[in-house]
């Protein structure tokens, strides 16, 4: 109880904080030759390619180069996402990134800040609050094959958070969002203390021997963050998405529910995202070659809920310390600007509170792989396999048996008009379940089954930086359910 009213604390008293903060994003300034084309031509060169190397991993290329900001802004926004804990934004590419955001959005009445940083008003800008504030907007709606579709109809999806980012090694940051069932309640997703020891160590005077060498980056987060499992974590923020619906492997409340068919519910997804817990993670960036890095997370959290029915996904959610044995995992990738790969696992124990035979503690394993391919911003292509193996209680007679879940998606996307901003996407994913019991609530007569799903769509990035999607879902379901048609309409917008 008290942890969690902590973190309550922490989530409220951050929010409260940014609203009241002066914003950064608001500042204007001349360059000046009062055309708004005094920006360093060099400096906007080595931005465009720190940008293209270290920015367009998690984020979409056209959105951030469609969004108006002053340089002032830009400043403020590189440096909260270069403080998010999967960020490889090195600091000295900070101030050259934000030049040629703001170099690509100049104001006709050349109300933006220039020369590469170097105007007068540069110290004043970076000398603002340590708060900020951002949101992203993020509705949809998905319909088709009667009511099979899981929360059917509209939902306004909403993500809000705040960021603080000192001169020191300590920052903090809080994030809540609506919840996939209920659009009138929020979940807390983060909120959470982080300390950059390689800063520290920094500050302190410690320094690598050849100042040419790329620094290790080292750093401890403590309190509710997103845990890192696989390539989609880095992307469950629904700003990020570039699809209506998220990978079936990973999706919770956007699935075919088959009601309509009179088979209920289909089980649980591998993992749900966000999968946000409450522990500490320990993370390392390790510079391997001139373009390429290797990272490595390693954490202890408090682990998956469930009951002799299996992990319950639900019930995690809503309570943030009910599992009395901590669980542990860990991801690592290696790769550049072009191609990563990653491995993650995790796992721990659930229903440790039981006592009699037919609820007892049950073990659960997580592990997957995964491949990111991008050439620029024209070309994406995402794959990621992932399998569940948790323990569950039999009926008659009561032991205890494992229930396998897993599942893969492979998603491409190619920039087919930068004129118009216009992308194809194409995705196939699929899971099987297989268990000696139906999914809890179900009519299927088995647990072993396996559903499919082909996607494709259009994404358009409009003036200002948002995103529309327009994606086609055909489900293939298991059994003699036959197949469904899902249309999706999603529209996303980051402030």
Known sequence: MICRTFTCALLVASLWACLLAPRADGTKTKSPDGSGQGFDASVVQAGETAFNRHCTSCH???????????????????????????????????????????????????????????????????????????????????????????????????????????????????????????????????????????????????????????????????GRFIVPFGAFYQQANPGVYRTVSMPLIYNMGERVFATSLSAGPLGFPVLPMPYADTGANLSLGLPIAENANATFDAYLVNGLQGSSNGVDFVLTRQQYYGNNRPAGGGRVTIGGQHLRLGASVTGGSFNTSAASPTNQVLNYLIFGADATFRWKDRLRVQFEYAQRN????????????????????????????????????????????????????????????????????????????????????????PHSLGSVDILGVRWAVTF
């Open 60 to 222: 979409d290329a056209q959105k951030s180069l469609q969004a108006t900001k002053n340089l002032a802004g830009w400043r403020t926004t590189v440096r909260r996402m270069a403080g998010k804990p999967d960020a490889e934004i090195p600091g000295n590419v900070h101030e050259s990134i934000a030049t040629y955001l703001a170099s690509r959005n100049q104001s006709a009445s050349g109300e933006t800040a220039a020369n590469g940083g170097k105007e007068a008003g540069a110290a004043a800008a970076d000398a603002g609050s340590p708060f900020s504030f951002w949101g992203t907007f993020s509705p949809w709606w998905r319909g088709g094959g009667g009511n099979a579709v899981q929360d059917p109809g509209f939902f306004p999806g909403l993500w809000i958070g705040g960021t603080w980012q000192g001169d020191g090694p300590v920052s903090a940051r809080a994030t809540a969002c609506t919840t996939c069932h209920n659009e009138a309640k929020l979940d807390l997703v983060e909120a959470a203390v982080r300390f950059d020891i390689t800063k520290y160590l920094r500050s302190r005077g410690c320094t690598r021997p050849s100042q040419s060498e790329p620094e290790a980056d080292v750093a401890i987060d403590a």
């Open 390 to 477: 948790s323990g569950r209680v039999g009926t008659v007679p009561a032991n205890i048996f494992t229930e396998r879940v897993g599942g893969l998606y492979l998603e491409g996307e190619l920039l087919v008009s930068r004129h118009w901003n216009m992308s194809l996407l194409a995705r196939y994913d699929s899971q099987s379940t297989q268990s000696l019991l139906p999914p809890p609530g179900s009519t299927l007569t088995t647990g072993s089954f396996t559903v499919q799903r082909f996607t494709y769509g259009v994404n358009w990035t409009l003036p200002g930086g948002s995103l529309l999607m327009v994606n086609e879902e055909h489900w293939f379901l």
